[in-house]
């Protein structure tokens, strides 16, 4: 098992940046990539970013493209999230997720994710 805890949430203004970390503990040698996916109320849960735990591949949804930035730190078995020039429709829950495998249908969609953290919430104001 993995688990998986979220900080660094919070309130932000528009143009604003929040960094978002997802440390995991447990089994963490059998991570194969992280992702980071967030919910707003009422809609689903989207893909926004995943890094290979092994090496320095990194993927992003088209929404946060040039303002996000994934990254891992080994060492300490965690995952950042930086995200600059917040928007308001950015604010959401945002998951941490670990997957054991290499994704069959794609690094956004959520069945490719074996472990989940509790999620912390992200609110831009405008």
């Known amino acids: 098992q993995v688990q998986l805890v979220e900080s660094g949430g919070g309130l932000v203004q528009a143009g604003g940046s929040l960094r978002l970390a997802c440390a995991a503990s447990g089994r963490t040698f059998s991570i194969f990539a992280m992702g980071w996916f967030r919910q707003a109320p009422g809609k689903e849960r989207e893909f926004v970013a995943a890094?290979?735990?092994?090496?320095?591949?990194?993927w992003y949804a088209d929404s946060v493209k040039g303002r996000f930035t994934i990254s891992r730190e080994n060492a300490k078995n965690t995952a950042y999230l930086q995200m600059n020039s917040l928007k308001p429709e950015d604010t959401a829950v945002y998951y941490c997720?670990?997957?054991?495998?290499?994704?069959?249908?794609?690094?956004?969609?959520?069945?490719?994710?074996?472990?989940w953290g509790q999620g912390t919430q992200v609110t831009v104001s405008s």
């Open positions: 890094i290979r735990w092994g090496g320095a591949s990194t």
């Open positions: 997720a670990a997957g054991r495998n290499r994704p069959a249908r794609g690094w956004g969609d959520t069945r490719e994710y074996d472990y």
